[in-house]
């Protein structure tokens, strides 16, 4: 949101560190956690089931409540079974998969690796920190999302968003799938 005064960005809400999210611990007992910073807990969408799986935290969700920390357009290139075959998180050079492939002369450009939105967001229940790169489809609906936060004078970190598991039925076929949806909450 801009500032009436200064007309400049409001600087993001705060969050929980890891530190603040721990009980009093005894001495000797993970001493030093706090220095590894605020470690994303990686979210996986299990389409043909409806649900989001954090393995890290043995979880399933349907839907999370909270703060959109983090986002940054990746490149990214996956097999049929969704397994990441390459990905560049500057869109420049290969850093997993083919590290250090330039990502602009490679065959695979735009024909079999893509453009994707990556976000992090904590989670308003637990604290928690969670990331996920999204799909093409989740890609288009997170970049529709924020444009409508854009034309509201608003970013991501400013507001609470429900992200959750829509059905959608596609539009030649008429096929059901399930896709991410985002949507601003209040």
């Not at 005064?5 to 001495?27: I, N, R």
Request: aromatic letters at 8%; a negative charge; charged letters at 25%.
């Amino acid at each position: 949101m801009l500032n009436d005064t200064t007309d400049t960005a409001v600087a993001p809400a705060p969050y929980a560190t890891s530190a603040s999210l721990l009980p009093t611990l005894p001495p000797g007992q993970l001493e030093g956690i706090e220095e590894l910073g605020l470690l994303k807990n990686w979210v996986s969408f299990d389409a043909q089931r409806g649900k989001m799986t954090c393995r890290n935290l043995n979880g399933e969700y349907d839907e999370f409540y909270g703060t959109i920390i983090e986002s940054r357009v990746v490149r990214q290139m996956k097999d049929e079974d969704g397994n990441v075959l390459c990905a560049s998180s500057n869109r420049q050079y290969s850093d997993s998969g083919r590290p250090g492939k330039d990502c602009v002369s490679c065959e695979d450009h735009d024909t079999n690796c893509f453009r994707r939105w990556w976000i992090a967001w904590q989670d308003l229940e637990t604290g928690l920190i969670f990331a996920h790169t999204l799909s093409q489809t989740g890609s288009i609906n997170f970049h529709r999302y924020a444009n409508r936060l854009i034309a509201d004078e608003l970013l991501p970190n400013q507001v609470v968003t429900r992200i959750f598991i829509e059905e959608a039925k596609r539009q030649k076929t008429n096929a059901l799938y399930r896709r991410i949806q985002l949507e601003r909450v209040g």
